[in-house]
Nanobody, 121 residues
Framework: QVQLVESGGGLVQAGGSLRLSCTAS????????MGWFRQAPGKERERVGM????????LVGNSVKGRFTISGDRGESTMYLQMNSLKPEDTAVYYC??????????????WGQGTQVTVSS
């Protein structure tokens, strides 16, 4: 049973923008935390940002701060990642995740299938 469905990845030139979407269903939709991780070849999975449905607060990592924004619609169980001013180093597979915290790769309960984002120089 697929609980997190992502969309919106693709190929973009440096400086461009993309928006990722993730819709939760089933038990994943009841979790208070949703967020995005990414993993580039040969690197560890890195948390990009997250949203706390309990109070609507969002958090993005330092490497993307000022360029990426997380938003969501709790009623639709859908979260978005708006990525602006993309850089080649943003190239990775982006994963949607849901859980109750702490929001680390080891403790995430549900993962999406991943969507490739490739930024060309």
């Amino acid at each position: 049973q697929v609980q997190l469905v992502e969309s919106g990845g693709g190929l973009v030139q440096a400086g461009g923008s993309l928006r990722l979407s993730c819709t939760a269903s089933g038990r994943a939709a009841s979790r208070s935390l949703m967020g995005w991780f990414r993993q580039a070849p040969g690197k560890e999975r890195e948390r990009v940002g997250m949203i706390n449905w309990s109070d609507g607060s969002t958090l993005v990592g330092n490497s993307v701060k000022g360029r990426f924004t997380i938003s969501g619609d709790r009623g639709e169980s859908t979260m978005y990642l708006q990525m602006n001013s993309l850089k080649p180093e943003d190239t990775a597979v982006y994963y949607c995740a849901a859980g109750r915290g702490p929001f680390t790769p080891e403790r995430v309960e549900y993962w999406g299938q991943g969507t490739q984002v490739t930024v060309s120089s």
